[in-house]
């Protein structure tokens, strides 16, 4: 019996690894359709499927492992491309869930992939956005300003003085009241509970050694503020 268990055992295990290898060969030759594609210049009907498969670009970035070498630089060449590919109107929406999606991943570097996809999606598309989209896609960025991960934060901070410059004055303007709102909720947290937070690993706890980084975009958004600014991060 016990010889009987241990060969179930071992086919069961080949099994699997023959799915992982079956998957990991199916991602690649996605990832080697999507890059073809795209560099072809010809994605005007290939839009909705484009969008539809941008998730699972961002989700599969800083990929390592034995055997995945290869297929992490697929997935980085097609993130590359993604980054130009002009989406129109009826695909925009979905384009801006992807990237809130995985703004709220487990994996810190897919959040990190999202914020460099935004800066360039930003720019190319924003006008083509509804303004609840465009709401949504502002609070993401403020809220990675206390991500866990400081190349999160970094990221954050970029992506948001970027889209400040395209911002109307009136919509800089609450958008800076938003992110002082959220230095004063964090300085105003007792003590011993932004401890417990600072030593949480859960990636999508606010980390309060993001408040610097808060207050600093907080003055881009309204230079004539940054001494205030200045301020509440030296409370920190």
């Not at 599969?60 to 980085?76: C, I, T, V």
């Not at 901070?157 to 410059?165: E, N, P, Q, V, Y």
């Not at 947290?189 to 401890?195: A, G, H, I, K, L």
């Not at 417990?196 to 309204?222: C, E, I, L, Q, Y």
Request: glycine fraction near 10%; charge should be positive; include cysteine.
């Amino acid at each position: 019996a016990g010889g009987n268990g241990a060969s179930a055992v071992q086919r069961g295990s080949s099994s699997s690894s023959a799915d992982l290898a079956q998957s990991l060969t199916h991602c690649g030759i996605g990832l080697q359709m999507l890059i073809a594609a795209i560099e072809s210049g010809e994605t005007g009907s290939l839009r909705p499927l484009l969008a539809a498969m941008l998730p699972g670009v961002l989700q599969l970035q800083e990929l390592s492992g034995p055997g995945l070498q290869q297929l992490s630089g697929e997935a980085k060449a097609a993130f590359v491309l993604y980054k130009y590919v002009p989406f129109g109107a009826l695909h925009v929406r979905g384009v801006a869930g992807a990237v809130l999606g995985a703004g709220c991943s487990e994996a810190w570097s897919s959040r990190a992939a999202a914020m460099v996809f935004l800066q360039v999606f930003w720019f190319r598309h924003c006008y083509l956005l509804a303004a609840a989209d465009m709401e949504r896609l502002q609070a993401f960025v403020v809220g990675r300003l206390q991500d866990s991960k400081v190349e999160v934060r970094g990221l954050s901070a970029a992506t948001l003085s970027g889209i400040i410059k395209a911002l109307p004055a009136h919509e800089v303007d609450s958008l800076r009241h938003t992110m002082l709102a959220n230095v004063r909720r964090v300085l105003n947290t007792p003590s011993e509970t932004r401890r417990k937070r600072s030593s949480s690993t859960a990636p999508s706890r606010p980390s309060d050694s993001g408040v610097p980084v808060v207050a600093a975009a907080a003055a881009a958004a309204a230079p004539l503020d940054a001494a205030g600014a200045a301020a509440f991060a030296q409370q920190q």
